[in-house]
Nanobody
Framework: QVQLVESGGGLVQPGGSLRLSCAAS????????IGWFRQAPGKEREGVSCISISDGSTYYADSVKGRFTISRDKAKNTVYLQMNSLKPEDTGVYYC?????????????????WGQGTQVTVSS
């Protein structure tokens, strides 16, 4: 059974950091595109970043460039999202998603496997 489990969310002050993890089970991430998305209350789901597991190519939304870093650990079958210099507007539920491919995509409808999400709250 394909499963994605996010962890690492929490409450952090503006300017702080969090590292989110997306652990995959039931399949290996060798040939997948993995995306991170977030959704704030009353807003649409937004693509934050994605990575191609096979070649490591990445994408970042303009709003997070220079602050967030996506990475993969093939041995642990896990993808990470390091989030630095967090802002209140980064608040939301963060989801990871996967689809078998040699590339990734910033559009949520492209993905066919989703985790349950983890809450990130940036507030003083």
């Amino acid at each position: 059974q394909v499963q994605l489990v996010e962890s690492g969310g929490g409450l952090v002050q503006p300017g702080g950091s969090l590292r989110l993890s997306c652990a995959a089970s039931g399949f290996t991430l060798d040939y997948y595109g993995i995306g991170w998305f977030r959704q704030a209350p009353g807003k649409e789901r937004e693509g934050v970043s994605c990575i191609s597991i096979s070649d490591g190519s990445t994408y970042y939304a303009d709003s997070v460039k220079g602050r967030f870093t996506i990475s993969r650990d093939k041995a642990k079958n896990t993808v990470y999202l390091q989030m630095n210099s967090l802002k209140p507007e980064d608040t939301g539920v963060y989801y990871c998603a996967a689809r078998g491919a040699s590339y990734c995509n910033a559009d949520y409808y492209w993905y066919n496997n989703w985790g349950q999400g983890t809450q990130v709250t940036v507030s003083s």
